[in-house]
């Protein structure tokens, strides 16, 4: 089975910055894109931000030029740099991969628990 386990989550003042980590584990020959989504109370899972695994990104509109995204495929670990944070960022953020296993023969997508960010004074 593969895991994802998030870190990095925490309460910040509006301006603030925060670090957001996914490490992938398990029996895992290559990982394809891997995002970062988020979840606000009565709001739908969004995108944030994505990268393939030749390190092209795409960010949601709301979190450009503030949020970036970046991986360590030797550490099967993307993380995401969240700057200048507002009280709109406030949500529970996941990570997601898609997996490819040993025995396994296509890729699947995998979910860590979420780690919950809050942006309040």
């Known amino acids: 089975q593969v895991q994802l386990v998030e870190s990095g989550g925490g309460l910040v003042q509006p301006g603030g910055s925060l670090r957001l980590s996914c490490a992938a584990s398990?029996?895992?020959?290559?990982?394809?894109?891997m995002d970062w989504y988020r979840q606000a109370p009565g709001k739908e899972r969004e995108l944030v931000a994505r990268i393939t695994s030749g390190g092209s990104t795409n960010y949601a509109d709301s979190v450009k030029g503030r949020f970036t995204i970046s991986r360590d495929n030797a550490k099967n670990t993307v993380y995401l740099q969240m700057n200048s944070l507002k009280p709109e960022d406030t949500a529970v953020y996941y990570c997601n991969a898609d997996v490819l296993q040993f025995g396994g023969v296509q890729y699947i997508g995998y979910w860590g628990q979420g780690t919950q960010v809050t942006v309040s004074s």
């Open positions: 398990g029996w895992i020959i290559s990982i394809n894109h």
